[in-house]
Structures are given as C-alpha cells and as structure tokens.
C-alpha cells in the first residue's frame, strides 16, 4: 500500500498494537507521542491489546507509560493473560520440538534463546544475542535442562543453512520478527491465533478491531483484522498484508491510526 493511501474505516474498538518497530522507537522506547495518544485512545473507549514476541514481563516493562494496561498477546501467540498478567492460555512447544530446535542450532554453530515463562536459556554466543539478553533477560541464561518452552528465537540470516533445518520441523510455526530473528513458536501459536484466542475469551471480535504492525509475524493478525495497518518501516510482507501504510515508528505512526480511528468513532457517535 502507499503511505497516506485513503481508506474507509468502519468504527471500531479494540486495537490490537504491535511493540517492537511499531509502538517502540528504533531505539526501543515508547515516545511521549505515542504514550499519549494511546490513552487518549482508552479515554475514548478502545481498548488496546500490545501483541509482542517480548516475553509478558518485558512487554508489560516497555508500556509502562500506557495510563490502563490491558490484556497481552506474548511470545508471539504462545501466551495471552489478562489485564493483572493473570495466564488466560498457553501454546507451548513440546519438549521433543524445543531439543529439536535447539539441536538444530547446536549442529550449525548459531545461536538462539530459548523462552519459558521469566527464565531463558541460552544455546551458542553471537552480539545479536547478549544485546537481545539485555532487553529480555531477567536472569543471567542457562542450559536448557528439557521441559517446553514457550518460544525459541534463533539468530541467522535467511540464506543461514539452520533457517531451512528448523522451518522444516514438525511441530513448529516460524516467522521473522525482524532482521536476522528467527521467531519460533508451536504450531497454532502465531500472533493471529493467540490474539483470536484472546478475543474469544473476551467476548471481543474481529470486525471490531484494527491493527498495526510492521514485521512478518504480524502477517496473520494483520490479515484478519478488519482494519489492517503497518508503519511505513514494515517489511515487505506486513506491508502488502495492510489496507494502509502510515508513517513510520519512529514518525508517530500508531499516533496517526489512532487519530484516524478517533475521527472514525467521532463521526459515528455524531450520526
């Protein structure tokens, strides 16, 4: 889609919101931009849903300034909780797929984090990992001892042979978050799923709902919201998958589909 493209927006009200590279800045915060025109939008009666790969704890840490937290979709489906980070469902890898998985990246010399709840483990050493282990670690990593997991990221570019090897498990759902993170989930636990999971509990629905969000995981709630958008910063696939293209995360893009999204609700209650 091209940035600015019109559209007609239907009222809706809940917003499903992607974190990283969306409502986060390159530098990995929410700007004062962004914090404000979400609680506007909950002032006025949308709720927000943040759908992030970031494990719970850590999603709940970057949207400290967002007034009236409410439910969560984390590790990229995998986890949804209400609004007291009260666990409503979970879609974990087995034990089999995770050894699978991390075997994989053993075999091939990359490196990945390997999710559960508060604790990660840790399997090889790349910059790319001890700069995510700042952000989403909060305890020093271990070997992984078995059990599942909820998610597994693996770090390497797409032509990496390990790409191929763990896309082509059983029992696994893959998708890039962004650059060379390799998200891996269970099957059924994609941003899409666990955020219709989420609304099914909820009593919420579809075609009610907006979303926004820039990375390839995003696809799948992208396609099924009833108001699709990603920040012009999005990757190929994100793009393609939105009615609309606003500015980027960076340019207070989840500010302009809140503003679009408001008018739209103004107009309603007006008639």
Request: overall charge neutral; hydrophobic content about 45%.
């Amino acid at each position: 889609m091209t940035p600015g493209c019109p559209t007609v927006l239907g009222e809706v009200d809940t917003l499903a919101v992607d974190l990283d590279g969306t409502a986060l800045s390159s530098a990995g915060h929410m700007t004062t931009q962004t914090a404000a025109a979400l609680n506007a939008a909950i002032r006025r009666g949308v709720s927000i849903i943040f759908v992030s790969a970031r494990p719970l704890w850590s999603l709940r840490e970057r949207t400290t300034g967002i007034h009236v937290q409410g439910p969560a979709v984390a590790c990229g489906g995998a986890v949804i909780a209400d609004s007291r980070d009260r666990l409503l469902d979970r879609c974990p890898l087995s034990p089999s797929t995770v050894k699978s998985v991390l075997d994989a990246v053993a075999a091939a010399g990359a490196s990945a984090l390997c999710y559960r709840g508060d604790a990660v483990s840790a399997v090889g050493d790349s910059p790319v990992l001890r700069a995510e282990l700042r952000i989403t670690a909060r305890q020093v990593p271990g070997a992984w001892t078995g059990g599942d997991a909820d998610k597994v990221v693996v770090f390497a570019a797409g032509d990496d042979p390990v790409v191929s090897a763990v896309t082509r498990l059983p029992g696994t759902f893959t998708a890039r978050s962004h650059g060379s993170y390799l998200e891996v989930t269970a099957t059924g636990a994609d941003k899409g799923r666990g955020l219709d999971r989420l609304l099914h509990r909820l009593h919420l629905h579809w075609d009610r709902l907006a979303a926004v969000g820039d990375g390839d995981n995003d696809v799948a709630m992208l396609r099924h919201a009833r108001h699709a958008f990603a920040v012009a910063n999005a990757t190929e696939q994100a793009r393609l998958a939105a009615d609309v293209v606003v500015p980027s995360n960076d340019d207070g893009g989840v500010a302009d589909v809140i503003a679009r999204l408001l008018a739209i609700r103004h107009g309603a209650q007006a008639r």
